[in-house]
């Protein structure tokens, strides 16, 4: 019997773009890479040191997500948004994934963007970056 539930709302965008994370912002800021973001949270890995957050701890991360225009190109909007973490999985024994719930929303989908599925937003990425 399958209990595994999809409990997303709506489709994550994947991509690798550094992320800067801190408990507090005007500390030294670490830095991982974004796995997947969506209005509500995001995902990224860092390493596996002191840096790296554990469930129920606040962290404000700055980052950029591809905004897709009609015409097969995007540009790049830069947010920063606090959040809480709610799960941090070990990738490796140097590497953790941290998901984290934005306290305040973006003003987008992501993955939903110009009527795109995800896979047609990863396409497009792929392609520009080859």
Known sequence: MDTN?????????????PVWFAE?????LAQGQMVDVSSNGAAFTCHADEEC?????????????PRFSNTESFDMASFTRSGKVCRVDEVNRFL????IQFAEPLPFRPGEQAGSSESDAEQKLWAVTI
Do not use: C, H, M
Not at 53 to 65: D, L
Not at 96 to 99: L, P
């Open 5 to 17: 539930t999809e409990r997303r709302t709506e489709q994550r965008l994947r991509y690798q773009w």
């Open 24 to 28: 507090d912002f005007n500390d030294v």
């Open 53 to 65: 957050p554990y469930p129920g701890r606040t962290v404000t991360a700055r980052f950029s997500i």
């Open 96 to 99: 953790r994934k941290v998901a």
